[in-house]
């Protein structure tokens, strides 16, 4: 069903000419601003256009900027109309063919030509220099020509050529024919009765060689593939045909009626050239049949229709090569598609019914989002489409229409830092290498590091960042400032160059997003250092850093520092405190600098004691947990039964877990 213009809205639009329910005629200054867009290659800004002009679906059909598109490259630069009388105002003459002194105004029909003039001047030089080559040598852009004007050219001068060479025929002397260097003509007695003997040569004058009836029966039907090759196909001498034969005979071939005269002898030649035909035949039904592939996806069902019932009318193939599947397999058509094609004439409107109904409801979204005057998303869309229009859509029906028909909403738009910060956590993200167990390894293999917010003064903020040994409990650094970014996190691995790690130690952090950047990372992998990360959401997996803070914050008066220096002075004389007179309960009673100096004195047997001894704690510990875990999950479970008992004893219903 073909799309009907809505008249009542495009008869109100000031950009519309003239409308009817079939047509639709633009006016020439809006049509040269999009041909304008459309040159520079501008869609986006084309399409803006013709919306915010109401050139919108189910005003206009889907397709109708395609197809505006169409006509720009057929026709070329928009010309007024006759129903414009804009003539005596000069527009015209700003029309660039006209600007350009090749082309002027028809006196009647007041439609752009070509003069004479510039017409012959092309025309002398044509087939030689091809008419686009002509017009770009002019200065003339051939979008403003367009298609179809060059199209009519092209046509003109074929059919004047061909004039012009049957009148130069007839009128040529016995002595004019005769021009040897020319055509190459090699007139020995041998090449002449060679000449005569040719099936396919009617006869010879010793300057033309006439070809029969029969091979222009034959040859008309594979013309497409050129002279050149049609002549070498037919064993033809093809130096002894000038420019101008090889014109008569295409133009011939063109228009040829084929009769009944056939090839009546039968020769080893004869045998050559039908070989030869049937591979040219052979090439041509390949060719036609891959752009019959090429051009079913853009096909609508009625056109896939004629093509099934063209291809249910062909006849046998005498060999068995192309049947009616082996078709079907080139052309990329599926046989369940060709048999409902041809006995199902309904089959296929589904997807006509489906988009006129998409037409019909983009409508309805348009009103609603229209309603007044604020901005809707598609879920605001779907719930308020009852109240507006009186009718119900889902969801999942008003996303569907707004992305195909290119309507945007501004609300809830996805956040691109946010999308980068995902695309960086996901590429840059490193697994937990310690799983807890800060104690199992030797001083100076692992540093657990984090940042903390620390309010001090009159309504004064820093951020610290810090770095402990979990092993010695040493505080390796504590460093501050006032912007808790990158710069931060980079400056505390300088800081805990003091202490360095071992090589290939284990710098371990939260899944804060400093510690995800290109930077933080490369200058890990500068020390030769290997990171780890907590799992997310997680802060038991970087317990002892964050213990820390709290110790800090609980033992140190700090908020009373008024400026960033007072506070950096009392934090470095905490870290002193801290590893070297403040004791540890589960290091043995012992600082953190004596706990490591214990540690460090140990020989290999004695570590390896210790170490034995704390993963005996740690999976006391993980037991413990564990069954902590279980028992709060069974006390929840049977809260919950409980609860459940007591509604039911409450209302009489029996409700299940």
Known sequence: MRFVYNEKELIKNPCVLK????????????????????????????????????????????????????????????????????????????????????????????????????????FKKYPEVPIEEGLQSAGIDLTDVGYQRIARLKKMFEKRTQQIYSANTAAVSEDEKVDDEYRGLRTDEKEIKKLFRHPYIQGYDGTVITLSESFYNEAYLIADVGIDVLLKTYELPTEMFSSNDRLYISAKLYNWSPTEKSMDELNKQVIRIWRARIRIFAAQISRGFDVLRDELSCMDYEKKRHLACWIDSLPRDPWGHYTTRRILEIIGMAKSTYYELLRNEDYGNGAKRREMRDDEDILLVQQVAEYKGYKKGYRQISMMMKDVTGKNM?????LYLMRKYGMKTSIRKPSKNRKAMKELMKRNGKPNLLMRRFKLHRPNEVRLTDVTYLDYGTDQRA?????????????????????????????????????????????????????????????????????????????????????????????????????????????????????????????????????????????????????KNEETVFLRKKEKSAQAAVDKAKSRKKAIKDRLEEIENETGSKTEI
Request: hydrophobic share 35%; glycine share 6%; proline share 3%.
């Open 19 to 122: 409308v009817d329910k079939w047509n639709l005629t633009l006016r020439t200054d809006f049509k040269i601003e999009l041909f304008e867009l459309w040159r520079n290659g501008e869609m986006d800004k084309l399409e803006q256009r013709l919306t915010e002009n109401g050139f919108i679906p189910g005003v206009v059909d889907t397709y109708f900027a395609q197809k505006l598109i169409t006509s720009f490259k057929n026709s070329g630069y928009p010309t007024y109309k006759g129903d414009e009388i804009v003539f005596s105002s000069g527009k015209m003459l700003e029309h660039p063919l006209i600007k350009s002194g090749k082309f002027e105004v028809a006196k009647k029909s007041h439609y752009v030509q070509i003069k004479k003039e510039f017409e012959n001047e092309l």
């Open 394 to 398: 889902s969801p999942h029906r008003v």
């Open 463 to 611: 951020y610290g960042s810090a770095s402990i040994d979990p092993v010695t409990g040493k505080l390796i650094c504590f460093i501050i400032s006032e912007n808790n970014d990158l710069q931060l996190a980079l400056d505390t691995l300088v800081a805990m160059d003091e202490y360095p790690l071992k090589s290939g130690g284990i710098i371990h952090s939260d899944q804060g997003i400093l510690y995800f950047t290109d930077d933080f990372q490369a200058a890990v992998a500068e020390r030769d250092l290997i990171q780890s990360m907590s799992r997310r959401g997680n802060c038991w997996d970087n317990a002892p850093q964050e213990s820390f803070f709290g110790h800090f914050k609980d033992e140190c008066d700090y908020k009373k520092c008024r400026t960033l220096n007072e506070l950096q002075i009392q934090i470095d004389d905490y870290r002193v405190y801290y590893n070297e007179k403040r004791r540890l309960w589960e290091r043995g009673k012992m600082t953190p600098s004596e706990y490591e100096a214990y540690l460090e004195g140990l020989d290999e047997k004695a570590f390896q004691e210790y170490i």
